[in-house]
């Protein structure tokens, strides 16, 4: 219930929180990437997870194969046919760590995230009993909310740093891997069952929703460019998915 629960949620906070936040900051540019790849993929993504889980509410090994796989050529084709954007954006390229620093700062963060997740889990474990809260509602909330700080982080140093561009691809991406890689390597080691028919009858159509809701907010009012009002939308769609769930 947890992963499950975690994923749903954090999709839904990826969009519906960080996303909302980051553009209240400041106004982003939408790639044209996003609506003839990205977003397409986190749909078709979406798409198979519910197929996948709906009807009969569990992920199997060969269900988990098929979104590892799609992740691969998903992967692949970003590597073989990605564009020259890149170019564009070597006049002002970071000066590069050295390995030493590189390594260092990589177990150091693997480490504080490894800590960090433990302590969030015990202590939404911990929530949930001492106030009798279901495991989906903390899952689908709290923890959500705490494994979506890494994105909102990136994404707040991306305006910062006016990478913009960075902000929302790096959200899409979340939500596909999510998907495709944490979901199915867990289902192809062993199957994932839906213990709380709330995330098929509420959460997974949120998580949808949501993700449907950003095509046309890229278009309208100002094509391919997301500002406050948008931000303010998504950000009350969120407060109203929580508000429903834990009512």
Do not use: H
């Amino acid at each position: 219930m947890w992963l499950l629960g975690n994923v749903v949620g954090s999709n839904i906070a990826n969009l519906g929180l960080v996303l909302a936040i980051t553009i209240l900051l400041g106004s982003i540019p939408v790639n044209k990437s996003f609506y003839s790849l990205d977003w397409p993929v986190m749909m078709l993504t979406s798409g198979l997870f519910f197929v996948f889980i709906y009807f009969d509410g569990v992920l199997v090994f060969y269900e988990g194969l098929v979104m590892v796989l799609l992740l691969l050529i998903f992967l692949v084709y970003l590597l073989k046919f990605k564009d020259n954007t890149e170019e564009a954006e070597s006049e002002k390229a970071p000066l590069l760590l050295s390995k030493q620093a590189t390594f260092f700062y990589l177990a150091a963060g693997g480490v504080a995230l490894w800590g960090g997740s433990e302590l969030l889990i015990k202590g939404a474990v911990g929530l949930a009993e001492s106030f009798g809260v279901p495991e989906r509602i903390i899952a689908i909330t709290v923890i959500s909310i705490g494994t979506s700080i890494p994105e909102l982080a990136a994404s707040i140093i991306a305006i910062v740093k006016k990478e913009k561009g960075i902000s929302i691809g790096n959200l899409i991406g979340s939500n596909i891997f999510n998907l495709l890689a944490v979901l199915g390597i867990t289902a192809m080691i062993t199957p994932i069952s839906v213990m709380d028919q709330g995330l098929l009858t509420n959460d997974i159509f949120w998580m949808l929703g949501i993700s449907l809701l950003i095509l046309p907010l890229a278009f309208v009012p100002k094509r391919l460019k997301l500002g406050w009002r948008e931000g303010l939308l998504l950000l009350g769609v969120y407060i109203a998915f929580v508000l429903v769930t834990i009512s």
